[in-house]
Structure formats: C-alpha cells, structure tokens
T-cell receptor, first 113, second 113 residues
Framework: NAGVTQTPKFQVLKTGQSMTLQCAQDMNHEYMSWYRQDPGMGLRLIHYSVGAGITDQGEVPNGYNVSRSTTEDFPLRLLSAAPSQTSVYFC????????????FGQGTRLTVV | KNQVEQSPQSLIILEGKNCTLQCNYTVSPFSNLRWYKQDTGRGPVSLTIMTFSENTKSNGRYTATLDADTKQSSLHITASQLSDSASYICVVKVKAAGNKLTFGGGTRVLVKP
C-alpha cells in the first residue's frame, strides 16, 4: 500500500522560478491538504480540497496555487518562488468523518536561493 | 484564535526511563485530539486519538490522557527505547467542515543509551 506519495523529496529553486510539488494518494480519500512545516512552528495549512473540483484556501495560501482534477492527485504550484517559501511541505489525505485519521506523505524539502 | 501549545519544546531522556509530554489547547468547538509521532525526515504518523468523552487511552508504551474541562492532554512514554527518538505533535480537530486541524509545535524527544 503506497498511501500518500510526494515527489520530489528534495528541491532547490532560484528566486522567481516556478515548480509543482506532486501529491498522490491511493486510498480513495475525499479530503486532501497541503501544509508547510517551519522550525519551531506547527504545521500550517496552505490549501485544502474536500473533493475533486473543489479547493479552498488555508492559513497561508499566498504564493501557492492548487487544483484537484481527480480524487487521487492534488498538486501544489509555486508561482514565483521566494526565499520565504523555503520549508518542508507535507501533503495529507483523509476520509470525511469526525474521527478519521489524516495520512501524511514523506514530505518535500524545498530550498529557495 | 485556535491554538495548540506543547511543552517542553525538547527533552533528553535515558533509555528505559519514562517521560510525559504536555499539550494545552484553546480550539473550539472541539472535535478530537490526536498525538502524532514524526521521525526525522518522515511525515507524522498517528499514535492515538482522544475524543471528548475519553480520559485515558493506551497504545503499547504510549498512554494519552485528556481533560476536556481544562483543555489539556498529555502523552506518557513508558520504558523509553532508542526508537522513541522523534518529534511528538499534538493535533486538535475543529468541529467544522473540511477536517480542519490545528497543530502544536511539537516536542522533540531524544532517547540516549
């Protein structure tokens, strides 16, 4: 069982470059989310989706775009990378319901120079 | 504002010893609270879930408690092992659409032989 798969695992970008972080899940989960994790801080929600074709902004959405064309995939796009976007990014998926568990990918460590 | 505060930020314990991690939250309305373990370079993995009516729950050497009146939770690790070295994250779910989660900053535990 693959669970939640993120690619790439590591990435270095130059300021102003764009890129897409990939996230795929094989558990048929309706809910998918992107978080960023910075030292000393809790994970912060960037964007989330409650189903194919439906996305919404989280706590820190500026500089990021998402789309959800299928249940399985939820890519995160950085439009014009900035050093402030240096972070570890996690994708998570879950089913609807009060006590369902969020499953996380292994993360993408992004450095913007 | 919904917040989750964890203490201590980090601790070092000797193999075989016990330790207790604390989590205070101001999330409302409360749905449930999970403790996640995050190994270095990996995504968080759920250890246990606490719902409003539960006071204590164990998962092997991990025991979580919840006091919904004081909005406090703890995670007790018994007879620590080297593999317990990780970050432990307290996550509270808001009773709202989209499975929104609020993350604590985590406690980094280092178990030394």
């Amino acid at each position: 069982n693959a669970g939640v798969t993120q690619t790439p695992k590591f990435q270095v970008l130059k300021t102003g470059q764009s890129m897409t972080l990939q996230c795929a899940q094989d558990m048929n989960h309706e809910y998918m989310s992107w978080y960023r994790q910075d030292p000393g801080m809790g994970l912060r929600l960037i964007h989330y989706s409650v189903g194919a074709g439906i996305t919404d902004q989280g706590e820190v959405p500026n500089g990021y775009n998402v789309s959800r064309s299928t249940t399985e995939d939820f890519p995160l796009r950085l439009l014009s990378a900035a050093p402030s976007q240096t972070s570890v990014y996690f994708c998570a998926s879950s089913s609807p319901g009060r006590d369902t568990e969020a499953f996380f990918g292994q993360g993408t460590r992004l450095t913007v120079v | 504002k919904n917040q989750v505060e964890q203490s201590p930020q980090s601790l070092i314990i000797l193999e075989g010893k016990n330790c207790t991690l604390q989590c205070n939250y101001t999330v409302s309305p409360f749905s449930n609270l999970r403790w996640y373990k995050q190994d270095t370079g990996r995504g968080p993995v759920s250890l246990t879930i606490m719902t409003f009516s539960e006071n204590t729950k164990s998962n092997g050497r991990y025991t979580a408690t919840l006091d919904a009146d004081t909005k406090q939770s703890s995670l007790h690790i018994t007879a620590s092992q080297l593999s317990d070295s990780a970050s432990y994250i307290c996550v509270v779910k808001v009773k709202a659409a989209g499975n929104k989660l609020t993350f604590g900053g985590g406690t980094r535990v280092l178990v030394k032989p």
